[in-house]
């Protein structure tokens, strides 16, 4: 993997990226001697304070020619990338879950900031830059360039956002390359003959504390099954019951109203985890994974391990299960809106709601406009801004019967 540093260009004399910007730039240096290529999709983790890594979460990031010069055809921003969750979702472009009802973007919250995804379009145009080039001289960067060892350097300028605040970089910041986010967590599976009793109970042998999530339950035929609350499939006849019986974690299966026999046998997967106790690990003391990976020949944390989610009683399922479903996880009234959007962002002050009609490729249609008041110092860069607006959107439409149209405003005080 690269050698990655960060470092400012000489003081009050910032590189102009285009013309008319005068805002302060830092320079990027990285030795890479493979592929720019084969950079496309790798990750640099950012370590150092939230608004050293937000500032540049939301910088525009602009690689180099061979002379030094910045390629603007393939700049990015990395706070555009989207959320941590989509950052790391599965190939087909599914969320990963994480038990119960959380995301990766509640469970992974404050690792938000830290990652930086490199995009194909930005690595194919970077170029190597020449050491003994007078560019390098001119930035300051002869000390993290050297010039005579063969290596090839690769510069890219970082443009600070609007509201950026150089100082803090005094700080410092800590950067690695190729990393990528290990859980807590391990699947098991467990096997049982019905032997054809029409009721059947289904035992978990750990216990209940290290229980995350039940994965998927399955029988003999490949049909899938859900937890009785879950009314997704639109039937109850292949579901399930949980019960909490002293510290173990039991499913129920009922056949009795049924006509056909019950299934020669059931496929419980479940997830488990050491929770809370796994915290506390320091900074590189993590040295093996639990299981091994193709490619993966060493590991280190570059945090100091925390966040795990706690494993679910069958109380807390029950308690999460009975508030979704008393509105059916959906926001119908101004007040819902208000409600669901205010828990969206911290920075999120008030929110006013009201009819409003909405301009299309197709005419014109009805909609409720969202004003979302927010101050304009808690944003580095109006991109970020956009950003929270678009989120909000999509936030709220999944909570919204499907013909609820919504006109989301960012209003900065």
Partial sequence: MPNLSLTA?????????????SSTRLHLVAKWAGRTQDLAGTTIFLRGRKEIRRQLLWSHWHPTDAFGGCLL???FCPGRQGTIEEMFATRDGRSRSWGGFRSGSTVFSDLTDSFVILPGSFVSAWQPLDPTSPVVERLGLAAAMQAGTGEKYYLATLELPERGDRQAFASGLGLDFGCFIATNRNELTLFKHTAGNRVVDFELPEPIDSILSIVRVADARGRKYLPRFDNSNGSVERSYTLEERGDRLLLWFDFSSQLEAPPESLTVTYAVTEGTGA???????????YESHPG?????????????VPAKTNEQIMTEVSTRLRGRDRALTYADITS??????????????????????????KCIVVGVYVARTDFYADDEMNMLKERIGSFLKERSPINTQYQVEIIAR
């Fill in 9 to 21: 260009g000489p003081t009050g004399n910032p590189i102009p990226v285009s013309s008319g910007s």
């Fill in 279 to 289: 915290n506390g690990i320091e900074y590189g003391k993590i040295a093996t994974l």
């Fill in 73 to 75: 055809e393939s700049v």
């Fill in 296 to 308: 993966i020949k060493a590991c280190r944390n570059v945090t100091d391990t925390g966040g795990a």
């Fill in 340 to 365: 669901w959007t205010k828990t969206f962002d911290p920075r999120i002050q008030s929110v006013e709601c009201e009819n409003g009609v909405q301009r299309t490729r197709h005419g014109v249609r």
